[in-house]
């Protein structure tokens, strides 16, 4: 064909994400960038819609153009979003244009009238649901939204998943530690005892971050409590137990590099204080935060720098 060698892998990519689940869905394929608001801002009425449509063989499928150059430029991508529905391989419609969900959804009835579509598998209510392949792309998307800080779309998603796989712990971890970004500390509390109470829920080990971040939101003060706390951190010879208190509620109050900063200088100043409390409080954020998150990614390699040189 006269590819090279990374031409050839982005094929595969695309054959594998698009086109393999083309030949039976309704693949909805969003072309999008980082830097794009516009992308950003459709994204969510994306995913909402692609959920809701997932029992009708609807699945969606995200294509950063910055990272797959080679196949935006196959599809002769001038501008961003741009969105088109794929069946079969082939694109069947754009998409661009339905910016409301409920252009997208006219859209979308028309097509599903139109073309032979596979619906969804069967659910654990007898009904027509999202398959396991498609549930774990909407926790992926999920975990996306909330390394980009954007809370109410990670809780909008996770929500959704809760409701087609009752009992996958990560899409309620996830809702938790979103929840928790949103300040609804209380309703993430009672979202814990429900999966608390469910056994094939609790022992999760995606539960342990939710609890994390639960108890990392128990360090929460008002703003001029915050300002107090980081005074008494930063006069000079403050004690560690100030620092401490201010890391703990700086990461609380959305802070984190603040008390990542805070506890990093602690660990480099005395890492065995308090039986290397720092530390512990550091990879409990990092729990509560997610370990695959990039901003938790670059800050262990701040912390074994000061561990290991």
Request: hydrophobic residues 45%; glycine residues 6%; negative net charge.
């Amino acid at each position: 064909m006269g590819l090279n060698i990374e031409e050839q892998k982005a094929v595969e990519r695309f054959r594998t994400e698009v086109v393999d689940p083309s030949q039976t869905k309704l693949v909805i394929l969003d072309f999008w960038a980082e830097w794009c608001g516009p992308c950003k801002a459709l994204a969510p009425m994306l995913e909402k819609v692609a959920a809701e449509y997932a029992d009708k063989g609807v699945v969606l499928a995200k294509l950063n153009v910055d990272e797959e150059q080679f196949i935006a430029s196959q599809f002769q991508v001038k501008s961003i979003p741009t969105v088109y529905a794929m069946f079969q391989g082939q694109p069947v419609a754009d998409l661009t244009n339905a910016r409301s969900e409920s252009q997208l959804k006219q859209v979308l009835d028309q097509l599903l009238s139109q073309l032979p579509i596979e619906a969804g598998d069967a659910g654990a209510n007898g009904q027509q649901g999202p398959s396991a392949e498609e549930i774990e792309q909407f926790v992926k998307m999920g975990e996306d939204a909330l390394s980009e800080s954007d809370a109410q779309r990670a809780a909008g998603i996770f929500a959704q998943v809760t409701e087609f796989a009752p009992d996958h712990a990560a899409a309620h971890a996830g809702l938790v530690r979103a929840m928790v970004q949103l300040d609804q500390v209380d309703e993430a509390k009672q979202v814990m005892s429900a999966i608390e109470a469910n056994p094939k829920l609790a022992g999760d080990p995606a539960i342990a971050a939710a609890k994390s971040a639960l108890d990392l939101a128990g360090t929460q003060v008002d703003d001029g409590e915050l300002a107090s706390l980081k005074s008494a951190a930063e006069a000079d010879g403050a004690g560690m137990d100030a620092k401490l208190a201010y890391a703990e509620a700086a990461f609380a109050a959305g802070e984190r590099d603040a008390a990542a900063d805070t506890l990093l200088s602690m660990i480099e100043e005395d890492r065995e204080w308090n039986e290397g409390a720092a530390r512990a409080k550091l990879l409990q954020i990092f729990e509560a935060v997610g370990l695959e998150d990039e901003w938790v990614v670059a800050t262990r390699r701040r912390l074994s720098k000061i561990l290991f040189g």
